[in-house]
Nanobody
Framework: QVQLVESGGGSVQAGGSLKLSCTVV????????MGWFRRAPGKEPEDVAA???????TYAESVQGRFIISKDNAKNVLYLQMNSLKPEDTALYYC?????????????????????WGKGTLVAISS
């Protein structure tokens, strides 16, 4: 059974940084598309960033220029470096993966295409 395990969440002040990690357990993450999604309290889930099976990356407009998604295939770990954090970035952040299809990042930035999900890590930004 494939598992995704997120870590790195926490509480920081606005303007600060956090780096989230997502470890893929029991299957190689190399060559597969993965992404980060978030759900703020009382709001609908939101796409954040994705990395395609071709290594391409894409971001939601709300995080463009502040967040960086990357993947270490040797370690089977997906990262999300979050800089210049804002109170509106407060949410439960989920890692997700599709380990079967080849997709570009733009295709992968969609909750509907992801097959596996982590349980989430909480990010809280204070003003």
């Amino acid at each position: 059974q494939v598992q995704l395990v997120e870590s790195g969440g926490g509480s920081v002040q606005a303007g600060g940084s956090l780096k989230l990690s997502c470890t893929v357990v029991k299957q190689s993450a190399g060559g597969h598309c993965m992404g980060w999604f978030r759900r703020a309290p009382g709001k609908e889930p939101e796409d954040v960033a994705a990395i395609g099976s071709d290594g391409s990356t894409t971001y939601a407009e709300s995080v463009q220029g502040r967040f960086i998604i990357s993947k270490d295939n040797a370690k089977n770990v997906l990262y999300l470096q979050m800089n210049s954090l804002k109170p509106e970035d407060t949410a439960l952040y989920y890692c997700a993966a599709d380990l079967a299809l080849s997709m570009t990042a733009s295709q992968a930035l969609s909750q509907e295409v992801m097959d596996y999900w982590g349980k989430g890590t909480l990010v809280a930004i204070s003003s």
